[in-house]
């Protein structure tokens, strides 16, 4: 695969870890720093379990970093400027809305 190719696929992978409702409510509350899973799970809404599972997709896709803090898994955004990327689409969300308007 050419290199370009490759970049193409990875973004598409970035995209993909990022494309459910629940692990965008992570993204957001992990905007506000670091958090432990039992505060992330209230947040996320849903089982634990399903919720883990949620945070292990993010974090394959290099979206969140994970450390253990005594008993607890915390987790953070490896890069804040992800943020900046769902700012983006919901500014596309509102012309949508503004377009449905006319």
Request: hydrophobic fraction near 40%; aromatic fraction near 6%.
């Amino acid at each position: 695969m050419v290199a370009k190719e490759k970049i193409y696929h990875l973004h598409a992978d970035i995209l993909k870890a990022l494309a459910h409702p629940i692990r965008i409510k992570i993204v957001e509350f992990l905007a506000g720093g670091e958090q432990c899973v039992c505060k992330i799970v209230p947040v996320a809404g849903g089982e634990r379990t399903g919720v883990s599972k949620h945070l292990a997709i993010l974090t394959k896709a290099g979206i969140l970093s994970s450390r253990k803090k005594g008993l607890f898994v915390c987790y953070s955004l490896k890069i804040k400027s992800v943020c900046n990327f769902l700012t983006c689409c919901e500014n596309v969300i509102a012309e949508q809305f503004k377009e449905k308007k006319k």
